[in-house]
C-alpha cells in the first residue's frame, strides 16, 4: 500500500508538513517527550522521507499514540510544521489500515471508543456523570463518591437540569439531537472508524483467547487498565 | 516596573468581543465535574452585567475529546461544529461564546481549516445536509468564555464585594494563572495576548487586586493528552505534567490557582489529592492544597454569591483557606447539605490532603 500517497490525502498531513528543518523545538516543548519515550522530530523525520515502510513501522508502533495533542508544537515550529497534525494524520491512516492492532497503544482505542465514543451517540456528551465512578477514575477522589451518591438531590439543589428534557446543564439530550449525531457519523466515517475499531479488537481477542462482547468485558478492561 | 512593561506588552494583543447577544456552547467536562460553573457563568452575564446570552436545548457535544483521542475523522467533527452553527442560526444568533478551550479550539481550527481549504467547507456543507437537512451561516464571532469576564472586569470590579487581597496582611494574594492549551497556542491570534504572555486571567488578576505568580512553568500543558488521560494506563502521563506546574510554582507559595479550561482546572484540582495520597506531597499551606478555581468561580467569588451555592464544595482541594483570606463569609454547617437542608453527610476525607 502506498502509505505516503494515502497520508498526503489528509488535509490534517498536509497543513501539518512543510518542510522540517529537524531543528528540534519540538521535542524540546513536548509534554509527552518530557515522559515517554517519543521524539516528534525523529517522527517527522521519517514521514518527511516518504518511505513507505518507514511509515509502516510508525502506524503498527506505540510511538503515534504517545502524543497528547496540546498542539505546543505548532505554535513552537520555526517553519510553520505541526508535529500533533501529522500524528492525527497517521493515527487515522493506522485504524483505516488495522495496523494499530499490531501494537499495545494502539490496542487501547476500543477503551477509548467504547467510553468516549459511545457515550456521545447515547449522552450526547464525551462525558457523562452516569458513566464516571471510582474504580474507573480513582482520581475523582471521595468528593466524586459523596457527589455520584448524593447527584439527585445535590444536582437540583446547584439549579442543573440533571437527565431532564430541555435547557440547562446536564440535561438529557433530546431524541432528535442523538438522531442528528447518529447520521451525521454516518454520513462522515465515524461509525466506519467505530465499526473497524470493534472488528479488528474482536479477532485481536479470539487470537489471544480474551473474553470479547461487548461494553467492559475482559478484553477492554485490558487495554484500560494495563 | 519590568512586570508594568509585560502588562502594557500584553495589552497590545488584543481581539474582537462583541459586545453583547451570544451564543452559549456548553462544555462536557464543565458541566459534568463542575456542574453550577456554567449556569454561575450565565447568571453573572444577564444578571450582573445585563446581557443576553442564549443556553440551547438541542446542543450536543463538538465532540472535541473523541476527535482529539483518534477515535472520529476530522470531517465528523467538522460536521457537528456545522450543526451547531445551523442551531445558532435558528436562535438568531451570530456571536458564539464557547465554555470549553477544547470547544474553543476546535471552533477556530475549522474555521480556519475553512479559509485555507474552500472546498473542504463546502464539502462539510453537503454532509451536513444529507445527514440532517440543515444548511448554516458561520459565526460573526467566536470567543471563549473566560473573554467576555475579561472583557468585563472592570464592571464586575465596579460592583465587587469582595478583591483578591489577604484581609490578615493587606497584602495582594498570590495567584496562578493556567491557561488551556487549545486557547492560544494553536492560533495565537484568537488569544487576548496570544499564547506566549496570555493575560486572559492575568487581567482579570491583576484588576481584582491580585498579585500574577511568573514560574518557570507557566506555560506547560496540564497533561490532559486526551486519551493519555481517558486510560487509567496511561494516566501517570497526566499527572506528572500537573506536578510539573505544582513543583515549579510551590517556591512562589501561591494563595490560588485560576485556569480557564473546565480539564486543567479538574486536573490541577484532583492531581493534588493524588500526589497527597501517593507522596504525602501537599502543596498548600499548614498540610492543605492549593485551591483551584475557574474563572468564573472565581468572579462568583468577587461579586458575593455563596461558595456553596456555587458549588465551590465539589472540589477536592478544600476552599476554605482561601475563603478566609478573601474574608468571605461562609457557613461551614450548610457545605455539606443538600436540597432544603437536607442531611446528605459528609463525604470521606483524604488521608493526607487537609480537608474540612
Redesign the interface.
Known amino acids: 500500500m502506498g502509505y505516503y500517497k494515502e497520508l498526503q490525502k489528509d488535509?490534517?498531513f498536509?497543513?501539518g508538513l512543510k518542510a522540517c528543518i529537524s531543528c528540534g523545538v519540538c521535542s524540546a516543548i513536548c509534554?509527552?517527550a518530557?515522559?515517554?519515550d517519543y521524539d516528534p522530530r525523529l517522527v517527522i523525520n521519517a514521514v518527511q522521507t516518504g518511505d513507505d515502510a518507514e511509515i509502516k513501522k510508525l502506524l503498527e508502533s506505540d510511538t503515534i499514540?504517545?502524543c497528547?495533542?496540546?498542539?505546543?508544537c505548532?505554535?513552537r515550529c520555526p517553519r510553520g510544521n505541526t508535529p500533533g497534525y501529522i500524528i492525527?494524520a497517521l493515527?487515522?491512516l493506522s485504524?483505516e489500515t488495522g495496523l494499530f492492532i499490531e501494537s499495545e497503544?494502539g490496542r487501547?482505542?476500543l477503551?477509548?471508543?467504547r467510553?468516549?465514543?459511545d457515550h456521545?451517540l447515547k449522552y450526547?456528551?464525551?462525558?457523562?456523570?452516569d458513566e464516571?465512578d471510582t474504580d474507573?477514575?480513582?482520581?475523582?477522589?471521595?468528593?466524586?463518591?459523596?457527589?455520584r451518591k448524593?447527584r439527585v438531590?445535590?444536582?437540583?439543589?446547584?439549579?442543573?437540569n440533571?437527565n431532564k428534557?430541555?435547557?440547562?446543564?446536564?440535561?438529557k439530550?433530546?431524541e432528535?439531537?442523538?438522531s442528528?449525531?447518529r447520521?451525521?457519523?454516518?454520513?462522515?466515517?465515524?461509525t466506519q472508524?467505530?465499526y473497524k475499531?470493534e472488528e479488528y479488537s474482536r479477532k485481536k481477542a479470539l487470537e489471544e483467547g480474551i473474553a470479547f462482547s461487548t461494553e467492559k468485558d475482559d478484553y477492554f478492561m485490558k487495554?484500560?487498565?494495563? | 516596573m519590568e512586570s508594568l512593561k509585560k502588562n502594557k506588552a500584553w495589552d497590545s494583543y488584543q481581539k474582537e468581543i462583541a459586545d453583547d447577544h451570544y451564543y452559549f456552547a456548553?462544555s462536557?467536562?464543565r458541566?459534568?465535574f463542575f456542574?453550577?460553573a456554567?449556569?454561575l457563568y450565565l447568571k453573572i452575564l444577564r444578571e450582573d452585567l445585563g446581557k443576553d446570552i442564549y443556553?440551547?436545548?438541542?446542543?450536543?457535544?463538538c465532540?472535541?475529546?473523541?476527535y482529539?483521542?483518534?477515535?472520529?475523522?476530522?470531517?465528523?467533527i467538522?460536521?457537528?461544529v456545522a450543526?451547531q452553527f445551523s442551531l445558532m442560526n435558528d436562535a438568531g444568533y451570530e456571536n458564539l461564546v464557547v465554555s470549553c478551550v477544547t470547544s474553543f479550539?476546535i471552533y477556530t481550527e475549522i474555521l480556519e481549516?475553512w479559509k485555507?481549504?474552500p472546498e473542504?467547507e463546502e464539502e462539510i456543507r453537503q454532509?451536513?445536509i444529507?445527514?440532517?437537512g440543515r444548511t448554516f451561516v458561520k459565526p460573526k464571532n467566536v470567543v471563549h468564555a473566560s473573554d467576555l469576564i475579561y472583557k468585563f472586569k472592570k464592571e464586575i470590579s465596579a460592583k465587587a464585594k469582595y478583591g483578591l487581597v489577604n484581609k490578615y496582611t493587606g497584602k495582594s494574594l498570590k495567584v496562578v494563572d493556567h491557561i488551556g492549551?487549545?486557547y492560544?497556542?494553536?492560533f495565537?491570534k484568537v488569544g487576548i495576548g496570544g499564547?506566549?504572555f496570555p493575560y486572559v486571567l492575568a487581567g482579570m488578576i491583576d484588576e481584582w487586586g491580585g498579585a500574577q505568580v511568573d514560574y518557570p512553568e507557566r506555560r506547560?500543558?496540564c497533561?490532559?493528552?486526551?486519551?493519555?488521560y481517558?486510560?487509567?494506563?496511561?494516566?501517570?502521563?497526566s499527572?506528572?505534567?500537573t506536578k510539573?506546574k505544582l513543583d515549579s510554582m510551590e517556591p512562589y507559595h501561591p494563595d490560588l490557582i485560576i485556569a480557564n479550561c473546565p480539564g486543567c482546572t479538574f486536573f490541577m484540582d484532583?492531581?493534588q489529592?493524588?500526589i497527597a495520597e501517593m507522596e504525602k506531597k501537599t502543596y498548600g499551606e499548614n498540610g492543605y492544597g492549593i485551591p483551584v478555581l475557574t474563572y468564573e468561580e472565581l468572579a462568583g467569588l468577587i461579586l458575593g454569591y455563596n461558595p456553596w451555592?456555587i458549588?465551590l464544595?465539589?472540589?477536592?482541594v478544600t476552599v476554605e483557606p482561601l475563603l478566609n483570606k478573601m474574608g468571605i463569609k461562609y457557613d461551614s454547617k450548610e457545605k455539606?447539605k443538600?436540597?432544603n437542608g437536607?442531611d446528605?453527610?459528609?463525604?470521606?476525607?483524604?488521608r493526607f490532603l487537609k480537608s474540612c
Request: positive net charge.
Open positions: 488535509i490534517r498536509k497543513e509534554p509527552a518530557q515522559f515517554s499514540w504517545y497528547g495533542e496540546c498542539l505546543s505548532k505554535t492525527q493515527r487515522a485504524i497503544q487501547k482505542q477503551a477509548i471508543k467510553t468516549v465514543g456521545i450526547g456528551y464525551c462525558v457523562y456523570i464516571v474507573m477514575f480513582p482520581e475523582q477522589g471521595p468528593i466524586w463518591d459523596w457527589l448524593n438531590d445535590l444536582l437540583e439543589k446547584l439549579g442543573t440533571y428534557l430541555g435547557k440547562g446543564t446536564l440535561r439530550t433530546s432528535e439531537s442523538l442528528d449525531l447520521k451525521i457519523f454516518d454520513e462522515t466515517g465515524a472508524r467505530f475499531i487495554v484500560y487498565e494495563k | 456548553r462536557c467536562i458541566q459534568n456542574p453550577p456554567e449556569d443556553d440551547d436545548a438541542l446542543q450536543t457535544s465532540t472535541g475529546i473523541a482529539h483521542s483518534g477515535i472520529i475523522p476530522f470531517e465528523t467538522m460536521t457537528v450543526r479550539g481549516t485555507e481549504f473542504k454532509n451536513l444529507r445527514a440532517t492549551c487549545h492560544a497556542k494553536i495565537p499564547a506566549e506547560h500543558c497533561g490532559f493528552g486526551f486519551r493519555q481517558l486510560l487509567k494506563s496511561n494516566r501517570s502521563y499527572v506528572s505534567n510539573v484532583r492531581w489529592y493524588v451555592d458549588g464544595q465539589l472540589h477536592q455539606y443538600g436540597l437536607k446528605l453527610g459528609r463525604p470521606e476525607m483524604p
